[in-house]
């Protein structure tokens, strides 16, 4: 289940550093260790879609981590695979949101674990649809 997380009192969480496809500062939170970049950005009000909900059928959560963050993850499984391959602005370090829990080790140095939002999404449900009017 995605979203309703609880945030830790300040100075107890782990790291997370939203940044624009550009790299520019969005906001830096704090997370609880289990949860979800998903569920995280929607707890902080950043601009990360998710329009399934996190049932792994869209790929509108698409983010790209630093490689040294994406090599400390488990590799992604099939549906996850088969919805990045739809994910615009799709890099070797991207991943979906909801799929990716945070843990401690992830959010080392001074921004914590940094996740770059991709210039654009692409929802296959809601854009590929044909106006019915």
């Known amino acids: 289940m ?18 624009d496809s550009k790299g520019g500062l969005i906001k830096t939170v704090e997370a609880n260790e289990g949860d979800d970049i998903l569920s995280i950005a929607h ?26 963050v ?23 370090t991207s991943r979906l949101g909801c799929q990716v829990t945070i843990k401690p080790e ?7 674990m940094v996740v770059r939002l991709p210039s654009a999404t692409r929802n296959m449900f809601v854009d590929g649809k044909k106006a019915s009017h």
């Open 2 to 19: 995605h979203g309703g997380i609880d945030r830790p009192a300040k100075g107890t969480g782990i790291k997370i550093t939203f940044k």
């Open 43 to 68: 707890e902080y009000d950043v601009d990360l879609e998710g329009a399934c909900e996190g049932s792994i059928a869209c790929s509108t959560c698409h983010v790209i981590l630093n490689e040294d």
């Open 70 to 92: 994406y090599d400390k993850l488990e590799e992604p499984g099939d549906d996850e695979n088969d919805m990045l391959d739809m994910a615009f602005g799709l890099t070797d």
């Open 106 to 112: 992830l959010a080392e140095g001074e921004e914590g």
